[in-house]
């Protein structure tokens, strides 16, 4: 779970990354939760992009991710969503 303050340094962090992904009208499968895992494996802190043709809930769809891989969603803004999940080599420093 994080802090107030460790979501607030997450969000001033995502604001310099570009979308990593897209999900599409496809929804959530189990591909794009492949690809999602292995992105914060490798990255810690994603940004991915939920197209209109989707009609997903942004929101849902964010915390249905975030639960099936034990991430943390930090914010939504528009059609992106913002995801951590901390690795062991503690890419992000969080105070």
Same mark, same amino acid.
């Given at each position: 779970?994080?802090? !107030?303050?460790?979501?607030?340094?997450? @969000?001033?962090?995502?604001?310099? +990354?570009?979308?990593?992904?897209?999900? !599409?009208?496809? !929804?959530?499968?189990?591909?794009? =939760?492949?690809?999602?895992?292995?992105?914060?494996?490798?990255?810690?802190?994603?940004?991915?992009? +939920? =197209?209109?043709?989707?009609?997903?809930?942004?929101?849902?769809?964010?915390?249905?991710?975030?639960?099936?891989? #034990?991430?943390?969603? +930090?914010?939504?803004? #528009?059609?992106? +969503?913002?995801?951590?999940?901390?690795?062991?080599?503690?890419?992000? @420093?969080?105070?």
């Amino acid at each position: 779970m994080l802090t !107030g303050k460790q979501r607030s340094y997450l @969000k001033s962090l995502a604001n310099s +990354v570009e979308p990593i992904m897209q999900i !599409g009208k496809s !929804g959530i499968t189990e591909m794009v =939760l492949k690809q999602v895992d292995d992105a914060l494996t490798a990255r810690e802190l994603i940004k991915i992009n +939920v =197209l209109n043709n989707s009609m997903l809930d942004i929101k849902e769809t964010a915390n249905v991710i975030a639960e099936q891989l #034990g991430a943390e969603y +930090v914010q939504s803004i #528009g059609n992106k +969503v913002v995801l951590y999940r901390e690795s062991k080599e503690k890419l992000i @420093k969080l105070t």
